[in-house]
């Protein structure tokens, strides 16, 4: 059996070797001497990677598709990353309660996407699929990131100015889409993509009870679910949305239902796939939206 000595040994070098971890974690982070940019997502840090460009360095907590931003938990690393930061983004609303959590009470300058919301009326968290409000929270970032590193101010707001102007090619086919199928009925999975659904003047048909069980993370209730079924059955919808990074039985069903229907589904994701940039990757969700509508 090991001496209580010995325990309180083995616990005191565990404790300096966290430490020190700690301590490297964020000295390797200004070891540039660059301003250091940490976001919530994947999504929000390829936006702040555009605006940053080579004057920032900026990471991003959650990039793991599988990984789920309403219950992830920062780990002790994590929270030293974030503390250590002198911009934190993050989505806000609820989404990525973690983040809100760690910037509470802390001195250090943040951008919360979700307070930049374009239509403060509107509850829908998934703001990253609003273009509007993306090219807000774009401008924020630059305003902050011009604020710490004042030498650089001009060349963030150039850069967020040419991000922007990118964006105008998502609202392009998504304007295409309203004036060529005004009023489309579609069902989604659940609300991700109610954003990009309101710039092509689509009409959601999803029964509330089926999409407040979805948010609310429970099961639907049976009547909710035969409900939402029988959009597709009927043929009632032209398009499922579906996130692939939430599927459970009752979507696959759903996706199995509009396949055997001749409805044509529309995959969506929380998070960057490989190898792509918000751009390209809003770019393609509007172009599978329109191609499904056609």
Excluded at 139 to 154: F, V
Excluded at 270 to 293: F, G, H, M, R
């Amino acid at each position: 059996m090991r001496s209580r000595l010995s325990l309180q040994l083995t616990g005191l070098a565990v404790g300096v070797a966290t430490a020190l971890t700690l301590t490297a974690c964020g000295d390797s982070e200004n070891a540039s001497g660059k301003p250091n940019v940490v976001a919530s997502t994947n999504v929000w840090g390829s936006i702040a990677a555009t605006i940053a460009g080579p004057d920032a360095e900026v990471s991003s907590i959650i990039t793991d598709p599988a990984a789920d931003p309403h219950s992830h938990e920062t780990s002790a690393v994590e929270s030293a990353r974030i503390s250590d930061a002198d911009l934190v983004v993050y989505n806000g609303g609820g989404y990525d309660e973690f983040m809100t959590k760690a910037v509470e009470g802390r001195q250090q300058k943040t951008v919360e996407a979700f307070a930049a919301r374009i239509d403060q009326s509107d509850e829908n968290e998934h703001v990253w699929y609003d273009v509007e409000t993306v090219s807000a929270v774009a401008d924020r970032i630059a305003a902050a990131l011009g604020e710490i590193d004042a030498d650089r101010k001009q060349a963030y707001a150039e850069r967020a100015a040419t991000f922007k102007a990118e964006l105008s090619a998502i609202s392009a086919i998504t304007g295409q889409i309203a004036a060529q199928h005004p009023a489309t009925p579609v069902l989604q999975t659940e609300p991700l993509a109610h954003y990009l659904l309101l710039d092509a003047g689509a009409v959601d048909r999803t029964p509330h009870e089926f999409q407040e069980a979805v948010e609310q993370e429970t099961d639907p209730s049976p009547a909710a679910v035969a409900a939402t079924r029988d959009l597709l059955t009927a043929k009632q919808v032209r398009a499922l949305i579906y996130n692939i990074q939430t599927e459970d039985k009752i979507t696959k069903d759903l996706r199995g239902l509009a396949g055997s229907n001749g409805t044509a589904v529309v995959e969506v994701t929380e998070t960057l796939p490989v190898n792509a940039d918000y751009v390209q990757w809003q770019t393609k969700n509007a172009e599978a939206l329109a191609s499904a509508l056609r």
